[in-house]
T-cell receptor, first 113, second 111 residues
């Protein structure tokens, strides 16, 4: 079946460090891929998306490229801030079931001053 | 633009009771989705409504049910509550085949 695998957290970084969160997926066809972020006590916010191979999603300094050959969608940010501390979820959506998001387990990121 | 709103914020019930959770989508969105975020189980897809019809449901027992009203708002009902139903229930909405936007959730606690 379809699945999303994320690196386990917590990931602890110092401010201004480089962040990478690995995400790989298993799915037939060509799913759309998403990164969502969840701040403490809140729901999920869409961070970025990509709908086809080689697409690059970007937002708020975060980037992720849809790599079909490695079935990956790794999230990167060049210089993190304390305010980036949150849980990050990678998710996929199949074309034939567009209403259902399948999420990874989430990766907690802690940025210290 | 108002986001997805969910009510109540917190709900405390005892085993065997019934819970009703409500969701108002972003204006213009016709699709509503429900997810369960339970400790240790991650985010699990529950239900998807589009134009008043149930389009898909996740791997949950029939005591989880819901509906979508003509104004596209939605209710999630959970009957015969069990301890393991304690979770954050997230509602999302979207235009068809567009990214989902989430509310802040209802925290359901079963005593």
């Amino acid at each position: 079946g379809d699945s999303v695998t994320q690196m386990e957290g917590p990931v602890t970084l110092s401010e201004e460090a480089f962040l990478t969160i690995n995400c790989t997926y298993t799915a037939t066809g060509y799913p759309s891929l998403f990164w969502y972020v969840q701040y403490p006590g809140e729901g999920l916010q869409l961070l970025l998306k990509a709908t086809k191979a080689d697409d690059k999603g970007s937002n708020k300094g975060f980037e992720a490229t849809y790599r079909k050959e490695t079935t990956s969608f790794h999230l990167e940010k060049g210089s993190v801030q304390v305010s980036d501390s949150a849980v990050y979820f990678c998710a996929l959506r199949k074309t034939d079931s567009w209403g259902k998001l399948q999420f990874g387990a989430g990766t907690q990121v802690v940025v210290t001053p | 633009e108002a986001g997805v709103t969910q009510s109540p914020t917190h709900l405390i019930k005892t085993r065997g009771q019934q819970a009703t959770l409500r969701c108002s989508p972003i204006s213009g969105h016709t699709s509503v989705y429900w997810y369960q975020q339970a400790l240790g189980l991650g985010l699990q897809f529950l239900l998807w409504y589009d134009e008043g019809e149930e389009r898909n449901r996740g791997n949950f027992p029939p005591r989880f049910s819901g509906r979508q009203f003509p104004n596209y708002s939605s209710e999630l009902n959970v009957n015969a509550l069990e301890l393991e139903d304690s979770a954050l229930y997230l509602c999302a909405s979207s235009f068809p085949n567009q990214p989902q936007h989430f509310g802040d959730g209802t925290r359901l606690s079963i005593l």
